[in-house]
Each structure stands twice: as C-alpha cells, then as structure tokens.
C-alpha cells in the first residue's frame, strides 16, 4: 500500500465527493463511485503515473465511474435525473436560518438541472476549473461547457434571485 | 450581479465524504495482522484420514513384496513339487492377513 494514496484521498477526496454527491444527487451512488474510484488507483497505481493535473484526473475518472454506474443501474439519464428529483443534503447545515434557506433552495435549483449541466456549473464554480479543462474532463467540446455554464447559471440565478437579492 | 451570484454560490461549502469512507477503502486493501497463511501441504495431510489404514496397506504391500521375493530366489534346492504348497500356504496366510486389515479398514471408516 502506497502512502501517497492515503495522502492522495485526504487532498482530494472531499472535492470529488462534493462532484458526485452533486451529480448523482445520492450519497450512496457518490460514496459507492467514490470508493470504486480509490479502490482501483490502489490496484492499479500506475493509473496516476505522468499525471500533472491530480484534481482534473481524478474529477474526469469520478465523472466517467459515475455514469458507468448509473449505465450498471439503469438508463444514465434517466436514472441520474430521477435521483436529482430526491433531496439530498448537497452543503454543510447552516446556523443562520437566511443561510440555510439560502443552500435548501441552491440544492433545489441544482436538482432542476440536467446531469450534464450540472456538472459543468459545478466543476466552473466550485473546482474552479477553466472551459478547456471541464471539456477535456467531461469528454465535451469547450463551447459546449461554456454554453451548459451560461444556461446552468442562468437557470439558477432566476430561481434563486428574490432570495439572493433578499439576502444582500 | 453575475460576479456577485457566482462568488456566493462559491462560498456554499459541500459536505465532506463520510468520516468511515477512507478507512472502508484503505482498510480493506490491507492484510489484517492476525490472518493466518495456510499451511504448507505434507505427507500428513494426504495420510489424514485414515493413518492406521494406509499404514496396513503399507504392511501388506511389504508381505507381498517379501514373498515375491522369496519366490524368486533361485538357489533353493527344494524339489519342484514342495515349492508350490510353500508358497501356497504363505499366500493363505497373507490373503488372511489381508481380510483382517480390510475389517480393520472398514471399522475405522
């Protein structure tokens, strides 16, 4: 057992378990993908040999384990967008109810999005990632994750907008 | 506004993957320390399920071997006619030896 993976899980791991939690809209499906995931860079290490970029890597391994799982399960789409309909608790419980409502209703607005786009608002928002790099991790062309970004983000900002401008 | 709304989404912090996670995927990928490595197989084990019959199967095995042997030695001056019944009653005497080890066998099993 290499350390370096242990080292590897604990740099990594909260930031792809926040992707599938968010793409598959269930935390058994994110935590199942999650360990699939690590389970097999200790089989077989020599995955991540001549890797530059960790977070992108493991991000496109995530996403494409993820939809391998939902394809195992049931048709991807399908399956990923009944799930999305299902609460789930996608961001740390707030103390200040404004708050609260705030990240209730963000995960509302994030379950109406299509898989797809979901994940590219997600890896342009919280992983921060430029167009180039979510369509070389998603296998998409870069105009179209720009495009999924403008609609995503669009689509948000009218659901959440009388909150948001309530809470400034 | 869209800067705005973008850095405030960006502050949402996600939950953190289950605390048992990491040591249900590291966990498992290491040999517990108190796991036994089976034995090496030995003679023992092919012998295991009935030693004492195998043994009397050995002995036989050994009577015949003598009386073959002592039937082959040609500088025995006995006459022709005596050998035969020599031979013959230790034969008996084996094939006797022979039906006891068979009822010893059958009672152990």
Redesign the interface.
Known sequence: ?SPD??QL??EH??A???FL??FTRR?EDA?DV??EL??KL?ARPELLAGVENLRAFLLRLAHRQAIDAHRRRATQEAAIERAAAEPV????AAEDPDEAA??AA?AGGLAELPAEQRAVVHLK??E?MTFAEIADALDIPANTAASRYRYG?DK??AL?RPL?EE?? | ??D???R???Q???????PD??E???GR??KPANVIEPARWTWRDWFWPAPQAWGALAALWLIFAALTWSEDRPASPTPALAAPSAVASSTLVAIHHFHELHHAINSLN
């Open positions: 057992m993976l242990r899980y604990d791991a909260p792809l378990f926040a939690l968010n935390e935590r999650l360990q690590f389970l200790v608790a996608l961001f740390v705030f990240r963000l928002l919280w921060q983000l948000l900002q959440l948001y809470l400034r | 506004m869209n705005d709304f973008e405030k989404l960006r949402q912090p996600f939950r953190a993957p289950p996670l990491r249900a995927i590291f990928t290491e």
